[in-house]
T-cell receptor, first 116, second 114 residues
Framework: DVKVTQSSRYLVKRTGEKVFLECVQD?????MFWYRQDPGLGLRLIYF???????EKGDIPEGYSVSREKKERFSLILESASTNQTSMYLC???????????????FGPGTRLTVL | AQSVTQLGSHVSVSEGALVLLRCNYS??????LFWYVQYPNQGLQLLLK??????LVKGINGFEAEFKKSETSFHLTKPSAHMSDAAEYFC????????????FGRGTQLTVWP
């Protein structure tokens, strides 16, 4: 069964802390994505990656960075957490479009981050 | 530019009633369209996707969606709502020119009354 896992379901951090959110997929997918989800705003793409060590900015990259050292793992980093980064963070993966443009994204369960 | 518009951020129906969730996409050839569902405190799960094989697409849990090119729409329907259908629903599109990424609508929260 296809699986995307995220390191924590709930996380509470303080302003200014460095925060790491980890995502692991076991499907050998090339593409991985980080979204944040806020009420009324839907899903907004933060960063994505098409391959190991490759990254592309999404729509709201400010205040975030990412790391992809291994194909199965994609990390989201908040260098200095702020209260406006309190949100639900969702990781997803998908096969490369070269296989099919109809490939869906598979989502993890999400991490609800609260920054105090 | 907005690629997908979901009309109605909240929809309420009675159990047994028809469910209709609306999605319109910006014209893009070809459109790759998806519907996802999110149950409380969970990630997103694929309901169905349009693959151009048929304009009426059947998904899981009794949902289906009809692709109408003339209306640039991909509305999601279910003939008879069940309490377990209460969730948030997202329409998404992949533009032909953008490898991999999906553009999501803002979501529609479905409430089902007993």
């Amino acid at each position: 069964d296809v699986k995307v896992t995220q390191s924590s379901r709930y996380l509470v951090k303080r302003t200014g802390e460095k925060v790491f959110l980890e995502c692991v997929q076991d499907m050998d997918h090339e593409n991985m994505f980080w979204y944040r989800q806020d009420p009324g705003l839907g899903l907004r793409l933060i960063y994505f990656s098409y391959d190991v060590k490759m990254k592309e900015k999404g729509d709201i990259p400010e205040g975030y960075s990412v790391s992809r050292e291994k194909k199965e793992r994609f990390s989201l980093i908040l260098e200095s957490a702020s209260t406006n980064q309190t949100s639900m963070y969702l990781c997803a993966s998908s096969p490369s479009k070269r296989e099919s443009p109809y490939n869906e994204q598979f989502f993890g369960p999400g991490t609800r981050l609260t920054v105090l | 530019a907005q690629s997908v518009t979901q009309l109605g951020s909240h929809v309420s129906v009675s159990e047994g009633a028809l469910v209709l969730l609306r999605c319109n996409y910006s014209s893009s050839v070809p459109p790759y369209l998806f519907w996802y569902v999110q149950y409380p405190n969970q990630g997103l799960q694929l309901l169905l996707k349009y693959t151009s094989a048929a304009t009426l697409v059947k998904g899981i849990n009794g949902f289906e969606a009809e692709f109408k090119k003339s209306e640039t729409s991909f509305h999601l329907t279910k003939p008879s709502a069940h309490m377990s259908d209460a969730a948030e629903y997202f329409c998404a599109v992949r533009r032909g020119s953008t490898l991999g990424r999906l553009y999501f609508g803002r979501g529609t929260q479905l409430t089902v009354w007993p």
